[in-house]
């Protein structure tokens, strides 16, 4: 980890200097609203060129928090829709299908290139899973990362049938 508090936001702690060196040119914060400009801005001073990619969650659709994200200019904003409208509730409880759109909605508006995933075989059928792809095609994102569940004894999707990589395509 590069660390989680900068005191003056310019540096990388210096004992996490020679690992962030190792890391490349592109690196991802999985962390929310002060991550995205005070890790983004250490990072950027280290080194230049690096492309900053940031995971958020919706946060609950707050306009000043994702202000504070969006004014961060990541390379890339990655928020994961996860699953169908459908299965939203069971899947994502705190969350909101139309507040994720949304938030990718108004990422994309601002400017910044979006990046949306989503996990297929918790009970979808094909034409939710279209019109997801639908519904996100008119967001517009650069990449739409899919996993596929795997069904584990233990889990609440322990029942549901494996899906193959061929059924995504």
């Known amino acids: 980890e590069i660390g989680r508090q900068f005191g003056d936001r310019t540096a990388v702690r210096p004992q996490h200097a020679d690992g962030f060196d190792a890391l490349g040119?592109?690196?991802g914060i999985g962390e929310e609203t002060r991550a995205a400009d005070d890790h983004g801005d250490a990072i950027r001073h280290r080194r230049p060129t690096t492309q900053v990619e940031v995971l958020i969650s919706d946060?609950?659709?707050e306009p000043a928090s994702l202000a504070r994200i969006f004014d961060a200019r990541p390379d890339v904003l990655n928020?994961?829709?996860e699953t169908v409208a459908r299965l939203q509730r069971a899947?994502?409880?705190s969350a909101s299908y139309a507040r994720s759109l949304s938030v990718l909605s108004r990422a994309a508006a601002d400017g910044l290139t979006?990046?949306?995933g989503l996990v297929l075989g918790m009970g979808e059928t094909v034409e939710q899973r279209l019109e997801l792809l639908d519904e996100l095609r008119e967001v517009g994102p650069a990449e739409v990362p899919v996993n596929f569940?795997?069904?584990m004894v233990g889990t609440p999707?322990?029942?549901r049938p494996a899906v193959e990589p061929l059924e995504a395509i």
């Open 25 to 27: 040119e592109r690196l």
């Open 59 to 61: 946060c609950k659709g």
């Open 79 to 81: 928020h994961n829709i």
């Open 91 to 93: 899947v994502r409880p």
């Open 114 to 116: 979006v990046k949306s």
């Open 149 to 151: 569940l795997k069904p």
């Open 157 to 159: 999707f322990a029942d």
